[in-house]
C-alpha cells in the first residue's frame, strides 16, 4: 500500500508528523485529492452540538462536568 502511494504524511500543530491512508483506488479520470488533515479529536464537538439543539450554555455545562 505503501508503494502504491496510499498513505500521506501530514502534520498538525505541534504533534509529530503521521500517516494516513489515503486513496484508494486510485482513479485516472476522477483522482482524489488530499485537502486538510483529519480532525483532532474534540476540533468538532461544538458545533455537532449545536447542530443536534444544544445551547452554549447547556454546552458549556456538559464541559464543566467533563462530559465532554
Known amino acids: 500500500l505503501r508503494a ?13 508528523p503521521f500517516d494516513v491512508f489515503f486513496g484508494l483506488p486510485k482513479l485516472s479520470e476522477t ?3 488530499f485537502r486538510r488533515p483529519p480532525p ?3 476540533e468538532h ?3 455537532v452540538l449545536k447542530e443536534l439543539g444544544y445551547s452554549a450554555s447547556q454546552i458549556l ?8
Request: proline letters at 10%; glycine letters at 14%; hydrophobic letters at 30%.
Open 4 to 16: 502504491r502511494g496510499a498513505f500521506k504524511t501530514v502534520k498538525r500543530g505541534p504533534s509529530p
Open 31 to 33: 483522482p482524489a485529492s
Open 40 to 42: 483532532g479529536l474534540g
Open 45 to 47: 464537538t461544538d458545533e
Open 61 to 68: 455545562r456538559l464541559r464543566e462536568r467533563l462530559v465532554v
